[in-house]
């Protein structure tokens, strides 16, 4: 059974920065490609920002580039996303997410279906 716990999320002030976790169990040997979906109040689910199985290619939201920094360890099988400069726009509950890589993963890494698991959320709540 594979599981994704996230961890590190919180209550912080514009500005302020956060490192959210992904931790994966119960994966066997294969490429996982990972990826960080938010949901705000009243709003639909959307992309934040993925990295493939080896770490070498990373991508993001137009809404976060250049404040959020997204990386792996391998070793631990954990994702972490690092952000920086939050806003309240930010406000959302942060959700880790996984799936077999594929070579044309940059075609698709935006989307949901492709992500196979997905763990339970975890609250970033950025006040102004």
């Known amino acids: 059974q594979v599981q994704l716990v996230e961890s590190g999320g919180g209550l912080v002030q514009a500005g302020d920065s956060l490192r959210l976790s992904c931790a994966a169990s119960?994966?066997?040997?294969?490429?996982?490609?990972t990826a960080w979906f938010r949901q705000a109040p009243g709003k639909k689910r959307e992309f934040v920002s993925a990295?493939?199985?080896?770490?070498?290619?990373?991508y993001y939201a137009d809404s976060v580039k250049g404040r959020f920094t997204i990386s792996k360890d391998n070793s631990k099988d954990t994702v972490y996303l690092d952000m920086t400069s939050l806003k309240s726009d930010d406000t959302a509950i942060y959700y880790c997410?996984?799936?077999?890589?594929?070579?044309?993963?940059?075609?698709?890494?935006?989307?949901?279906?492709?992500?196979?698991?997905w763990g339970q959320g975890t609250q970033v709540t950025v006040s102004s």
């Open positions: 997410t996984s799936g077999r890589e594929t070579p044309d993963f940059f075609s698709y890494y935006r989307r949901e279906d492709p992500y196979e698991y």
């Open positions: 990295v493939t199985w080896s770490g070498g290619r990373q």
């Open positions: 119960g994966r066997t040997f294969s490429r996982w490609a």
